[in-house]
């Protein structure tokens, strides 16, 4: 069996425990605090905004890089067979949202 505790042994238990627990109290209270959980909130959705952002960054990078793969040679040198085409369908796009748009004006 365990030894008998004098009353000053169980009074700093006590203490100590109560101590412990308004410890826990007082995380508990910054915890549901409105501040903190607006900051918490702002903190995730600045989280995803990077996170998207970064996705979207790799996304555009990459087709970027592949449209220069086409449209430049290894050395560095324009492709012109690849670009004037697609220069002359660009000025035939632009033409035409042209010319729509001054109909509906007209």
């Known amino acids: 069996m365990s030894e008998a505790r004098t009353p000053a042994q169980i009074e700093a238990d006590i203490a100590s425990r109560r101590q412990a627990l308004a410890a826990t109290l007082d995380e508990i209270a910054v915890r549901v605090h409105p501040r903190t959980i ?27 890089s592949d449209v220069r793969g086409k449209l430049v040679s290894d050395d560095g040198s324009p492709r012109l067979e690849r670009i004037v085409p697609v220069a002359l369908a660009a000025v035939a796009v632009v033409g035409l949202l042209a010319a729509s748009t001054r109909r509906r004006r007209g």
Do not use: I, M, P, Q
């Open 38 to 64: 607006v900051g918490d909130a702002k903190a995730r959705a600045a989280s995803a905004v990077d996170r998207t952002a970064g996705r979207a960054y790799v996304a555009v990078n990459r087709a970027v």
